[in-house]
């Protein structure tokens, strides 16, 4: 039977991420961790407007950080990899939940550790409620008529140990469990369906491929049932749908499957991704999961529940897109392998991918954005792999893919969109409520290897309105960066007038000076240790940066 995970709710949360084992073949304990037991985590269920603590302990003999994946929140309170938690330490972030219903997810996003952590079982659902879908008449009985299917595919080395950084992820796992039957009452059931693979995209429909009803995708609920028979969920996103039993007989057996024959090359889990020159020494090409349509989960229609939901809401809410025209600020973020020609899929095969030319680094900033600017965001895909871009903080309208307004599916609040090879996405978000001068939010690809090896980017949302800036915080208020840096340098401040700056060596040899420019070079000078002193009407503030081409 489908395992279902305990839920936990109210306003103060405690997770302990943990080391444990489990049982997935018989004479094997298979290494683990989980949150509060031995796989995957509780599932979490808020009220939108509650103040809540979630208080998360380590116990693992590794750091880890938890990210509260689609939460609109503090950028010291998203569990990124700056908010590092020690081993045997707490994080215990407070805030109000100010996101609208939906599903969303909790997992780790620790530098480099996504994937081992996110594949050995550290992984949560998370349910917000708020009062506009309370209104309408849905299945909302956790474990009754509404049920989390989480949905992975695994690998297994020959000592039935989780492995990372393959592509012969043929065991498929529901919540953890393989092969799994799941008995539904012969009614409107909701499935809340979530995929956190390492870098599988499912294409979910139904074995007799009846159809369903998308509901509500990452951000909420869209403006009306879009009724299908196909949804496409890649790495990161999650979908509710409703399946209606009520005109299939007791006893009856259908499955959720994915239709992975008909997903366009190019997109991890169809037949072929990469040119077809390139040979992926993986398992990619020998997976009986790539290209092929296979059953997930296996539904046994029962009696109906008392009360049950036996009709689909006509509509809700219409969703007012924030309109173009109101974007003061358009950004651009091109996908690209890290050596030209090298246009496979992977970073452990191939080489990295890189946003914008450049790969993660800690100390850097990519961009800046100003509070409550409402951006257009331009993705574009130059690689022969479809990348699933996700950015924290904001939830966005997609524009258009390709100049086309979006298909039903993403029409609604998003955090994660699938870009496929040479596809051109635009989005448009207000970056509304959080501003912090120093702690970044991310975005970058969900592939979980394509994050650990650096394709993702960092973002600071800057209030400008603030004032009084005392002396004491002159030296955090400019921001030098990248460091390290192949030569380019930004010089960012908030408020102080800037006079002049100049560069010295570790011999306290001036070899620049001028007068203020936001960007200076250094890439004629050697490798090596300078001092940025940038001179203010408020006083002189000196930051160390290494130069490394
Ligand atoms: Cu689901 Cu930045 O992550
Ligand atoms: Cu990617």
């Known amino acids: 039977p489908l395992f279902i995970p305990d839920t936990l709710s109210g306003t103060i949360f405690n997770l302990t991420a943990q080391n444990s084992t489990k049982v997935f073949y018989t004479g094997f304990n298979t290494p683990t961790h989980g949150y509060n037991g031995n796989f995957l985590g509780p599932t979490l269920i808020i009220n939108n407007g509650d103040s809540i603590t979630l208080n998360v302990t380590n116990t693992l003999p590794v750091p880890t950080t938890v990210h509260w994946h689609g939460f609109h929140v503090a950028p010291k309170n998203d569990g990124g990899p700056h908010q590092i938690i020690l081993p045997a330490t707490t994080w215990s972030p407070s805030f109000r939940m100010l996101n609208q219903a ?23 659902m998370i349910i917000v409620r708020d009062s506009a879908e309370a209104s309408y008449a849905l299945p909302r009985k956790y474990k009754v008529d509404d049920f989390p299917l989480i949905v992975q595919s695994s690998v297994f080395d020959i000592l039935k140990q989780f492995r990372t950084g393959s592509h012969a992820d043929s065991i498929l796992m529901v919540n953890g469990t393989m092969n799994p039957y799941l008995q539904v009452p012969k009614q409107v059931v909701r499935f809340r369906l979530l995929n956190p693979s390492a870098d599988r995209t499912y294409y979910f429909g139904l074995s007799d491929s009846s159809s369903f009803h998308l509901i509500a995708t990452d951000g909420g609920l869209l403006s009306q049932p879009f009724t299908t028979n196909r949804i496409r969920l890649s790495t990161g996103e999650r979908a509710e749908i409703l399946v209606d039993f009520g005109a299939d007989t007791i006893g009856q057996q259908k499955y959720l499957m994915s239709y992975a024959s008909e997903l366009p090359r190019g997109i991890i889990g169809a037949d072929s991704v990469g040119t077809s020159t390139i040979v992926i020494g993986d398992g990619y090409y020998n997976n009986p999961l790539n290209g092929a349509n296979f059953n997930i989960l296996r539904f046994d229609v029962v009696a109906p529940t008392a009360s049950p939901v036996t009709t689909i809401p006509s509509s809700f809410a219409p969703l007012i897109p924030i309109p173009t025209a109101s974007a003061t600020v358009t950004r651009e973020i091109h996908f690209s392998p890290d050596t030209a020609g090298q246009n496979g899929i992977d970073a452990f095969v191939e080489g990295g991918f890189f946003m914008n030319n450049k790969s993660f680094h800690m100390d850097s900033i990519n961009e800046i954005v100003y509070l409550n600017d409402v951006e257009i965001w331009t993705l574009t895909n130059g690689t022969m792999v479809a990348h699933p871009f996700h950015i924290h903080d904001i939830e966005f309208f997609v524009v258009d893919i390709n100049g086309i307004p979006p298909p039903p599916q993403y029409s609604g609040l998003k955090d994660v969109i699938l870009v496929k090879p040479n596809d051109t996405v635009r989005f448009i978000t207000q970056f509304k409520t959080f501003a912090d001068d120093s702690v970044p939010y991310m975005y970058h690809c969900h592939l979980l290897h394509h994050e650990d090896e650096g394709m993702m980017g960092s973002f600071l949302v800057i209030d400008t309105s603030l004032t009084g800036i005392s002396e004491i915080d002159l030296s955090s208020t400019i921001k030098v960066f990248p460091n390290p840096t192949s030569g380019k340098i930004n010089i960012f401040t908030l408020k102080h007038k800037i006079t002049s700056i100049s560069v010295l060596n570790m011999m306290g040899e001036t070899i620049l000076n001028n007068s203020f420019r936001p ?31």
């Open 102 to 124: 939906s599903t969303f997810w909790y997992h780790p996003h620790g530098e480099g550790k996504t994937e081992i952590q996110i594949t050995r079982g550290l992984a949560g």
């Open 519 to 549: 960007v200076i070079d250094l890439s004629a000078a050697p490798n090596g240790i300078y001092f940025i002193e940038v001179k203010t009407e408020q006083g002189i503030v000196s930051k160390k940066i290494v130069l490394l081409k």
